[in-house]
């Protein structure tokens, strides 16, 4: 099966070169990539080699690894770049090229003799188109309980179309992507809402020592990895485990810090400051809940900085500002 239009991707090498006045033979002078191997890849006859294509980048000032990427057959969604176009989607909260995807799989199944991957790859197209809409459904009833656990059926639908008899027992066992991570996060957040603290937690964990480790090799993990801690922190915040708050808020921040990503920072702060008045630590938690407000208003969310110090105000002591 075809993954790449590699006549297109051998036109393209060959204007390049032309394009660089050089001839097959100066190539194989320069970089020592055969004449043969060269012609076999204008041609359309081979997928180079990684090596070769850092060569050929190097000596054409072009990167052929990323040519040779948009000649992918199929849609973007669907190879390649699939986890970094999500993981905006879905910070942006925003679906409108979800369209373009679903019709995408509409017309790979209609159409059998071109079909541009396999099963696989329609079943993680599917499940995220799924994710989509269950994070709507989410949004749309954030406070209706019933609501939300009447999602779990459908995430647990959507994990099984990418592994084969999905257990939620077993996720230790499994090898997990973002669409597969995002489904479960919501699914501990449900739990979270039907005071399941412990069994939230159990998976929290389990979920960040496989986002981590995701993270030595990809940045877009980086939200799932925020959102991880603060659920772990909320949770332990339910449980009036107030030590293990500060512990993974501690840790949510120093991530920040680490990645120069400082769009959780506030809330960080926020349930830090919680935990340490909890604690009977005020004087830390007020100079926290002060450092949470002003981050909010630098970013211009006044809005959510009001709130927040609506909140402390009524349920643990005025902050002056």
């Known amino acids: 099966m075809k993954l790449y239009q590699l006549d297109k991707f051998g036109e393209d090498i060959r204007q390049i070169r032309i394009e660089s006045n050089l001839s097959q033979a100066d190539v194989y002078k320069t970089i020592g990539i055969s004449e043969d191997t060269l012609r076999r890849i204008e041609n359309g006859y081979t997928i180079p080699k990684f090596e070769t294509l850092e060569y050929l980048s190097l000596l054409y000032k072009t990167d052929i690894v990323l040519l040779l990427s948009k000649t992918r057959i199929g849609h973007h969604y669907a190879l390649g770049n699939i986890t970094k176009t999500l993981n905006e989607m879905i910070l942006n909260n925003n679906y409108e090229q979800i369209d373009q995807a679903i019709h995408f799989i509409n017309e790979t199944i209609a159409n059998e003799n071109e079909r541009p991957t396999d099963q696989m790859l329609l ?152 935990a340490l008045f909890n604690l009977g630590k005020k004087e830390e938690s007020e100079q926290l809940i002060k450092q949470c407000l002003t981050i909010l208003k630098i970013i211009g969310n006044e809005t959510l900085a009001v709130q927040y110090k609506k909140i402390f105000d009524k349920m643990y002591f005025s902050v002056e500002e």
Request: one cysteine or more; glycine letters at 2%; a negative charge.
């Open 123 to 274: 079943g993680k197209l599917f499940q995220f188109k799924i994710l989509v809409e269950i994070i709507q459904d989410y949004n749309a009833n954030p406070n209706i309980i019933k609501n939300q656990i009447a999602l779990i059926p459908h995430i647990l639908k959507a994990l099984e179309l990418t592994i084969v008899d999905f257990k939620i027992s077993a996720i230790l066992l499994y090898q997990l992507d973002f669409i597969e991570i995002r489904l479960l996060i919501i699914y501990c957040e449900i739990l979270r809402l039907n005071n399941q603290y412990q069994s939230a937690l159990d998976i929290l964990e389990v979920l960040l020592e496989k986002t981590t480790i995701k993270m030595k090799y990809d940045d877009n993990y980086l939200d799932l990895l925020f959102k991880i801690h603060f659920n772990i922190a909320y949770c332990h915040h339910r449980n009036d485990d107030h030590e293990e708050v500060v512990n993974s808020c501690e840790n949510g921040l120093k991530i920040c810090i680490e990645h120069s990503d400082y769009s959780l920072m506030h809330a960080f702060l926020f349930r830090k400051a919680v």
